[in-house]
């Protein structure tokens, strides 16, 4: 049963991004048109891959689902010469991730306190939340403060250290 609810999530969004590169592809000229047509085209391949494995049981239906996955993952791997021929906006980019990580990290703060309201307290719940609550400010330590310094603002590339290092 969990195959079917992970595999309807997957699926359902990889198919909404395959439907939006179609819809850019029709707006889109030249090296943008191809390459949303290159993403759309592939992550279809990937959608099928992984639809195969309702058709399978046992350890198979796993092996093709995530054979799929693996394809998604490739596809900008492989397809980075026609990536680069439209190179992202990494400022917007980095925003985009900057915000997602400020909602991760505040949901991790959640759980801290979660742990903490609980009835039962002893030295190993607290130095938990501790530990936890040191580690994310770590995280947003190196993400904020360091990250912008790392990167090249004005470096034309496919985003791809970026997107798969997040």
């Known amino acids: 049963?969990?195959?079917?609810?992970?595999?309807?999530?997957?699926?359902?969004l990889r198919m909404i991004t395959a439907i939006q590169y179609l819809f850019a592809a029709k707006k889109e000229k030249a090296a943008r048109k191809n390459v949303a047509l290159f993403l759309d085209r592939y992550f279809w391949i990937g959608i099928f891959v992984s639809s195969l494995s309702l058709f399978f049981d046992g350890d198979w239906r796993?092996?093709?689902?995530?054979a799929g996955i693996l394809l998604d993952i490739l596809v900008p791997l492989l397809g980075r010469k026609r990536l680069r021929q439209?190179?992202?906006?990494?400022?917007?980019?980095?925003?985009?991730?900057?915000?997602?990580?400020?909602?991760?990290?505040?949901?991790?703060?959640?759980?801290?306190?979660?742990?903490?309201?609980?009835e039962v307290m002893d030295a190993g719940v607290i130095f938990y939340a501790a530990?936890?609550?040191?580690l994310v400010l770590l995280i947003w330590w190196q993400y904020f403060d360091n990250l912008e310094k790392k990167l090249d603002m004005e470096q034309h590339t496919a985003g791809q250290l970026i997107i798969y290092g997040h």
């Open 86 to 118: 439209v190179p992202i906006h990494t400022e917007h980019l980095l925003e985009r991730f900057g915000l997602f990580t400020i909602i991760l990290l505040g949901e991790s703060i959640v759980s801290i306190i979660s742990v903490l309201s609980m």
């Open 62 to 66: 796993y092996i093709m689902l995530y």
């Open 1 to 12: 049963m969990k195959h079917i609810t992970f595999f309807i999530g997957y699926i359902g």
């Open 131 to 134: 530990c936890a609550t040191v």
